[in-house]
């Protein structure tokens, strides 16, 4: 079965501690503990992405690459990427799958991508200028 946002949503639905809503051609999914996630189904890819922090509360973004770089394979299940939303840049925190995958693995992969988030933003904080 190829998935697609109707079908996500019914499987998402299930999960005791998410929230879901419709949003234009997305998903949002916030967690218990405050993290949202943003779910996109194309006709072969299906994106999970979570804004981390705008690009202007970083100290040095030059220091913070780099320990991205330096880091990535600590969590090689989701990447990091630099994003322009409503004006402004973020760092995103974002995952991929094929829309033929199980129902097992796209779980994972939301799963998976909120306990990066948060390892992330512990991993970075002391590179912001404020508190995420």
């Known amino acids: 079965m190829a998935w697609d946002l109707n079908n996500i949503q ?4 299930d999960h005791d501690s998410w929230s879901i809503e419709t949003e234009d051609n997305c998903l949002s999914i916030s967690n ?3 993290l949202d996630a943003f779910l996109y189904a194309g006709e072969q890819q299906i994106i999970v992405e979570s804004l981390l922090f705008p690009l202007s509360s970083v100290r040095d973004e030059a220091a913070l690459n780099q ?3 330096r880091t990535h394979q600590l969590q090689p299940l989701t990447s990091i990427g630099i ?10 925190a974002f995952g991929a799958l ?3 995958s199980k129902d097992s693995v796209l779980m ?3 799963e998976t991508l909120f306990i990066n988030v948060g390892e992330f933003l512990e991993l970075y904080a002391d590179h912001l200028t404020c508190e995420v």
């Open 108 to 110: 994972e992969e939301i």
């Open 98 to 100: 094929s829309t033929q």
């Open 10 to 13: 019914t499987l998402v639905d």
């Open 67 to 69: 320990l991205i770089l």
């Open 83 to 92: 994003k322009v939303v409503d004006g402004a840049e973020y760092y995103v």
């Open 32 to 34: 218990d503990e405050g």
